[in-house]
């Protein structure tokens, strides 16, 4: 019988011998120079600079904060005139939750998914890059339109007809239509790689139910990408039509709908909330139990509850349009809906505070950002189900305390996590740890200065302030409130450059870590601090939750786990391909080798959307071309990836 | 059709008034905020108040709550207060700690189902007015303005003004609102919540104002670079002031006395009546508010200034310096020009 390279048994080893560790790395690793950097497929790279550009998108973001809270922090103040300062808040809007919350998340995830699960890589590496490059693309398409005044105008959610040509003639519109589109293929090739990453991946032994939070939050949140991204690209597609091809989908005149936009917008926006929460809690149900000293408090109700918050997302997103006019029995639905949907949020809060209590808190200042982020989490989810009622919500929405809650959210559930997420896993990207000293420091003044600056933001929307005002006039009861608001959020920026300065002192100078400085439970730390190219020299087995804990925990399955002992792969770049539930071994992968095709791709793409952007129809044909005899390139069946013939090894 | 419900809010706005005296500083503040909507000056605000309140206190309490038993277990059992790098610690797993969920989220559960049914009691009020209104007034939000126009059967009846509504207290007034050009949205806080303004759909809402006042009212949709400066004002007023004023408006305004106003008519229609109507006059442009008894609004432009002449020139001088991107753009006129058009306007009562 003849079997193929694939189906071989393959070789186990007991020992991490240095040949093997030196053939993994010829196998493995990226070319130096430019040629790497610009072909690599190694998730740990790609991670890092995902991480990178979505921090360097938060400073933008950032900046462009600061300059409305100086036109803010006084009544009637001029330093920005109000198409200025209308392109402010919605390219802020724009960056911080596109181009910021959303790829930070794929960034750790991207990072930490293949050494969480024990694998070598994503399942799909060369679309990993892929993915990354059409985001810098997209980020630098956006920001280039920005930097020439022409950045979006209307708001991150754009309303239609202020959105269309009548009402904004200028190209602004059209390259936030297009730059939004263009990050949708990002955003969908990156969900398609971690769902298939997860039903193939894991290493032996790891079933389902031991994968950790951090797995099921981003698995859950690609999932609601795939079916939430189309109804967005397509909202901003016939926008770009009506806008450029004289189409009538949202012209009223002609028989277009205004509402239709909304409904298309928020079933995308609604659920991207949570796809851009729910990575982040899994960092903190994975993060905070080491800091604890003991495992997750509930781990397969926490599983479940981020699967049901991401379903239950999908029935609520009327609650944005709830002044609408809408007829009562739906608003009443989309109501009841939208405050129910905090009941899988409160068992992730017990949990954590159940952990903690029946634990042994170490205070690290990874802990105390884990631990302040479920009382912001409270606040922006307490404040969130004030804005479900609908009649109360007739009066709370477009006033500032919107404002208040949803950077609750994203601040309080999204960047405390993600800065307390870097302090625990900085060890493992770097080999080095950040400074505790100043971390506390950052802690606090981040703290601090977030809640002084956005907690006053709930009063002055609750005195009738209105969102995206460039200006308001004095004898509103606001002046001291908004003044507050703007010391506290410089505060707050104090306290993200202190965060920028650890990183960059740790990384030059930092403490060495170690292999797993926290004493963690889980498999990213069972490799060297920075893992190799190929992550582990033999593919672990996995017992239990807690591999690396099972010596104490004892609730293991059989021997237990085996992190230096398991099956090799070494006769080219091979990983082990398991079964979708209970992760049996099911055949050996070939994975691709480094490769040019994802950032021609990526650069071919922005061309196309360029060139129509531009109403250059010359590049966007070229840039379709180039598309196509890319991807033909790319998917041409190669004889080392398996795609052709199989070689056999056995009469 | 009276809805027996509506009467169970006259107690209760009394409770939730006298709460408000006893927190009588924090009252004040809510005074020289006239856009908060932590009072109430009118039925449907009433309703719904006792509702924001008490998911506010709701939410307060939880956040106190949770605060308290997060920190309660750093507190409780503190370990160490650095980890040395690498230090196996021990591990352990004594309790599940599986009661904190189920107790926990049973207990939110009651909490957000007693919300629900809150929501929902308070919504059904609110949806329609106790009483059939007699009085209907279309308002159409423009880029950045409302034009206000009080219907009526008798084509007779019907007028047209713009950025001051005025009703009577005591009934409730029926809106019928209408986007002229983007989406803007109606909201007059103290009497009630928002409604959208939309092209190409008519939305309704209702309010009653109970006492006689000057309430605020603002455009909360994003419409464009103007869209802070859209205010407007309610005048809730007796039924016999609001019935004088009424028939005021129905008619044209005086001819002007001197012949410097009848310069300042010509001026204006030459110059601005291809944007606003005066009615009895061959000014009759639709495109910006009608200016009949301009004399009788508080504010010009959208609620931003005082309706006084030096603010008046003011506008007239340099629109775009006050309201920079709005419609109107600089008249080219003379000093002596705008002199007389002033003049003019300030017969307007």
């Known amino acids: 019988m003849t079997i193929t390279d694939y189906e071989r048994v393959p070789t186990v080893s007991t020992d991490e011998n240095q040949a093997l560790a030196d053939k993994f790395k010829r196998l493995w690793e990226t070319k130096p120079g430019l040629a790497g950097f610009l072909s690599t497929v190694d998730h740990k790279e790609i991670g890092i600079r995902y991480i990178i550009t979505a921090f360097g998108f938060l400073i933008a973001g950032g900046v462009e904060a600061a300059v409305m809270r100086w036109q803010l922090a006084w009544p009637g103040e001029h330093v920005l005139t109000p198409e200025q300062y209308d392109q402010l808040f919605s390219t802020h809007g724009m960056t911080m939750i596109f181009l910021y919350a959303g790829p930070i998340l794929s960034g750790f995830s991207n990072y930490l998914w293949p050494l969480l699960l024990g694998a070598r890589d994503m399942a799909l590496p060369r679309l990993n890059a892929l993915s990354y490059w059409i985001y810098l693309c997209a980020g630098i398409f956006l920001y280039a339109a920005f930097a020439f005044g022409f950045g979006p105008n209307d708001g991150w959610f754009n309303y239609v007809p202020l959105a269309a040509r009548p009402y904004n003639a200028g190209p602004n519109i059209d390259f936030y239509a297009l730059g939004m589109i263009l990050l949708g293929i990002s955003t969908t090739v990156g969900a398609i790689n971690f769902i298939v990453t997860f039903l193939r991946m894991r290493a032996p032994g790891m079933s389902i139910n031991r994968v950790p939070i951090l797995i099921w939050g981003t698995l859950t949140a690609s999932a609601a990408n795939i079916f939430a991204i189309p109804a967005v690209s397509l909202a901003f597609f016939l926008l770009w039509m009506d806008r450029n091809l004289g189409t009538h989908f949202f012209d009223v005149p002609t028989g277009g709908s205004a509402l239709l936009w909304q409904h298309l917008f928020w079933m995308f926006g609604h659920p991207w909330v949570y796809a851009i929460v729910l990575p982040a809690m899994g960092m903190v149900s994975d993060g905070l139990p080491v800091f604890c000293r003991r495992p997750l408090v509930g781990y397969t109700v926490v599983a479940l509850a981020t699967v049901a918050t991401m379903v239950l997302g999908f029935g609520v997103w009327v609650h944005h349009m709830f002044a609408t006019g809408l007829p009562t029995i739906s608003l009443s639905f989309f109501s009841a809906a939208s405050i129910i949907i905090t009941v899988p949020s409160a068992v992730a809060i017990f949990a954590w505070i159940a952990t903690i209590w029946t634990g042994r808190p170490v205070f690290t200042t990874a802990f105390m950002f884990f631990t302040s982020f479920i009382v912001l989490f409270t606040i922006g989810g307490v404040s969130g189900v004030m804005t479900g009622s609908v009649p109360v919500d007739w009066q709370l929405t477009d006033t500032y305390f919107v404002v208040a809650h949803l950077h609750y959210v994203l601040i309080g559930i999204n960047v405390f996590p993600v800065v307390g997420a870097t302090y625990f896993w900085f060890p493992k990207f770097t080999g080095r740890l950040m400074d505790e000293r100043l971390g506390r420091w950052n802690f606090w003044t981040m703290f601090i200065g977030f809640n002084l600056g956005f907690f006053p933001m709930h009063i002055s929307g609750l005195l009738g302030m209105p969102r995206r005002v460039y200006t308001y006039a004095d004898g509103m009861g606001w002046d001291w409130l908004n003044l507050i608001t703007t010391i506290g959020s410089y505060v707050f920026a104090v306290g993200v450059l202190l965060f920028l300065i650890n990183v960059w002192k740790s990384y030059r100078r930092g403490a060495v870590a170690g292999d797993n400085p926290w004493d963690a439970p889980t498999l990213e730390w069972a490799t060297t601090s920075p893992p190799p190219p190929y992550n582990f020299v033999v593919i672990p087995t996995v017992a239990s939750r807690h591999p690396l804990w099972e010596d104490r925990l004892q609730q293991h399955e059989g021997e237990g786990s085996h992190v230096d002992a398991g099956l090799v792969l070494d006769h080219d770049r091979e990983a082990i391909g398991t079964s979708s539930l209970d992760a049996t071994p099911d055949i050996i992968l070939r994975m691709p080798h480094d490769s040019y095709a994802p950032v021609i791709l990526a650069l071919a793409v922005t061309a196309f959307f360029a060139g129509l952007a531009f109403h250059a129809w010359w590049l966007a044909a070229l840039g379709a071309l180039v598309v196509g005899i890319d991807i033909i390139g790319w998917l041409w069946p190669e004889r080392k990836l398996g795609e052709t013939a199989e070689p056999a090894i056995h009469g | ?349």
């Open chain 2, 1 to 349: 059709m009276r809805k027996p419900f509506a009467i169970a809010a006259g107690p209760k706005a009394v409770g939730w008034a006298c709460l408000c005296v006893v927190f009588s500083p924090v009252s004040r503040a809510f005074a020289a905020a006239p856009l908060n909507y932590l009072t109430s000056a009118g039925v449907q605000g009433d309703s719904v108040l006792p509702l924001t309140w008490g998911v506010t206190i709701i939410s307060i309490a939880v956040i106190v709550i949770i605060a308290i038993l997060v920190a309660g277990g750093i507190w409780r059992r503190p370990g160490l207060s650095v980890q040395p790098a690498g230090r196996r610690l021990p591990v352990e797993e004594k309790a599940s700690g599986l009661n904190w969920i189920w107790i926990g989220v049973g207990i939110s559960s009651l909490v957000l189902l007693f919300m629900v049914v809150w929501t929902m009691a308070v919504l059904a009020r609110v949806t329609s007015p106790p009483t059939r209104p007699a009085l209907t007034i279309e308002v159409t939000g423009h880029q950045w303005w409302w034009q206000v126009r009080y219907l009526s059967r008798d084509p007779a009846q019907i007028f047209t003004t713009a950025n001051e509504i005025h009703i009577p207290v005591g009934e409730p007034v029926r809106f019928k609102l209408v986007g002229a050009d983007v989406i803007h949205s109606f909201w007059i806080p103290q009497l009630g919540g928002k409604t959208d303004a939309i092209p190409g759909q008519t939305n309704e809402t209702w309010l009653e104002a109970h006492k006689p006042g000057i309430y605020r009212g603002q455009c909360t949709e994003y419409c464009g670079v103007q869209h802070a400066k859209m205010g407007m004002l309610l005048i809730a007023e007796s039924p016999g002031d609001f019935a004088a004023w009424r028939a005021h408006q129905l008619q044209s305004p005086a001819h002007p006395a001197t012949g410097g106003q009848w310069a300042g008519l010509a001026n204006f229609t030459a110059h601005c009546g291809a944007c606003h109507a005066i009615r009895g006059t061959d000014a009759a442009g639709m495109v910006g508010p009608d200016l009949s008894h301009l004399m009788q609004r508080h504010t010009i432009a959208a609620g931003i200034l005082p309706n006084d002449p030096a603010d008046l020139e003011r506008w007239i001088s340099d629109p775009q310096g006050i309201k920079p991107g709005a419609l109107m753009q600089k008249p080219e006129l003379s000093a002596n020009e705008r002199a007389s058009i002033i003049s003019y306007l300030e017969t307007l009562n």
